[in-house]
Each structure stands twice: as structure tokens, then as C-alpha cells.
């Protein structure tokens, strides 16, 4: 019989493409994983794994089993699901990853909202951007994602992920308020006006970053970006202070009172934020009910 721990690692293996990437996700030592897929690979009878280089590539017979292993997964997931829709009490632990913005705008009020609701629900939530969490959800890392979408800028897809719209947040540009900064920034009253000036973006390879250079450009310039930064909150600040403008989503500015000046940009842009979730696993009572707060606490926000 083959054990269920030692194929989780195989298809973590398959997933995450080293021993090391699946050591750190898990919590063992490299070592360690490579014992169990080579006391696996025993059970098997079979070659499982080859070496390549400096890597270990799966075979066939490893293929085959990863495939499999992904039905079990899921089936567990879809078992552990219906046993607790019979509970009288929703309990349990949610990992949450969720990008800067929606966190600061949602989540205080979310899990208020979750505390007094279900008071033997867990949710655990883990800062992380989109990009990469939506994978890391989809490699069972995380239980639950909230991401965003730029327009023009699809976010990634992965199979057995289910998605669910949670808002649609306005993009505009954002600039110092009169007299905050040297005149230059007081005269823009637009995006093209904004050619001059420094700005302030995430780094490269963010999806922000991608759709603001691509608006500058559609509005004829090339933007100077002398500030980067991941945090938005420095955005705001910069900003705030005189020293730069940025295309900022809405949810920036919630709950807190900017010394902004906002100006629409052509056509009213916005990014769609959603959540996703893997579909083995969007019945479990813990899962849908960290998903109807961050619902109802979007419909707030929108409505607000």
C-alpha cells in the first residue's frame, strides 16, 4: 500500500519543480524529502524519479502517479468538506492570502465580521501578491485567495480553481494636492499633463506596473519613474508630500482621509478584484463563510 504522506510529496515535487522548493513549503528538511520519494519510489516498485542534470525529472510511471495523487487530494478535500457541512457550527482553519490594498480595505472589518459570526473559525492571512498566490492556492498552499485583475491584464488561470467577482475598484490618477508640491504638479490636470512629472510605481513585473506604463504610453509619453516601491501606502505618501503621482485603485484610499487630488482617466478604468479558491474545496462551510464576509464587507465598501 502505498503511503498517502509520500505521495503528497511526489506531487508537491511535480508542482513546485525541486526538492528544495517542496522542503521550504512543507517544512522539512531537503534531506528529508528526498528519503521519502526514495522510500516511495521502493513501495512503487518502480522508477519514479530520474536525474537530469541537477535536477530530478518525474517518469512516466512518476506521471501516472502524480495524476492520480491529484484525484485523492481533491477527493480528501471534497470528503473533509461534506463531513463538516453536518456540523451545527462552522468551524475549522482558513489560510487566506491577500494582496495590499484589498487587506487594508476588507480585512479589518471582514474579520470582526468573522470573529463574532463563527467565533471556532481560524483564518490565517498571509500578505502576498496576486501573482503568485493565486499559484501558490492552486498548489495548496493557501485555501483561499483574494487577487486582482488590471484591465487588458488577465491574471494567470490554473485548473481546478474556482473564481468568484468580489469588486470593481476605479483606477485614477493621483496627485498632490495645490500647493503640496512646486507648480508643476498644481498645473496637471490630467494624464497627458503628467508627462513631466516623477512618478511612483510598483517594480517591475507587478501587473500595476504593466498597465500603468501601457496607459502613459497610450497617452503619449513615457513615464519618468524615479520611486518604486511594492507598498502603496508609499505611494500615498510620496504623493501626499509633493514628490511624485501614481495610478492608484480606489481601495487605496478607503478608510483613511489623503491629502489627494484624483482625476478621472479616459474611459474609467478599473480593476476587478476577485477570490479563488480550489473547487474541491468551495464547500466546506469555512471556506464559504470567509467568502460571504469578504462579499458583503465589497458590497459595503462599493456602496459606501
Known sequence: MLEMKRLRLLWELSARGTVAAVADALNYSP???????????????????????????????????VS??????????????????????????????????ALLAMMPSALKRLRAEHPMLRVEMVQHEPETALYDTWARGFDLVVAEQYPGHAAAHFVGLDREPLASDPIRL??????????????AASLADAAELPWVMEPRGAASRHWAEQACRSAGFEPDVRYETADLQAHVRLIETGNAVALLPGFVHIGAAHRLRLV?????????????????????????????????????????
Open 31 to 65: 534531506s528529508a524529502v528526498s528519503q521519502q520519494l526514495a522510500l516511495l519510489e521502493r513501495e512503487a516498485g518502480v522508477p519514479l524519479l530520474r536525474k537530469v542534470g541537477r535536477t530530478l525529472e518525474l517518469t512516466a510511471a512518476g506521471l501516472t502517479l
Open 68 to 101: 492520480e495523487t491529484e484525484e485523492l487530494l481533491a477527493g480528501l478535500e471534497r470528503a473533509e468538506a461534506a463531513l463538516h457541512v453536518s456540523h451545527a457550527e462552522v468551524a475549522g482553519t482558513v489560510r487566506l492570502a491577500v494582496f495590499q490594498t
Open 174 to 187: 493621483a496627485l498632490p494636492q495645490e500647493g503640496a508640491g512646486d507648480e508643476a504638479f498644481d498645473h
Open 264 to 304: 478621472e482617466l479616459p474611459g474609467k478604468p478599473r480593476r476587478e478584484v476577485f477570490t479563488a479558491a480550489r473547487i474541491s474545496s468551495v464547500d466546506h462551510p469555512a471556506l464559504a463563510a470567509v467568502r460571504e464576509a469578504l462579499r458583503r464587507e465589497a458590497e459595503l465598501l462599493v456602496g459606501g
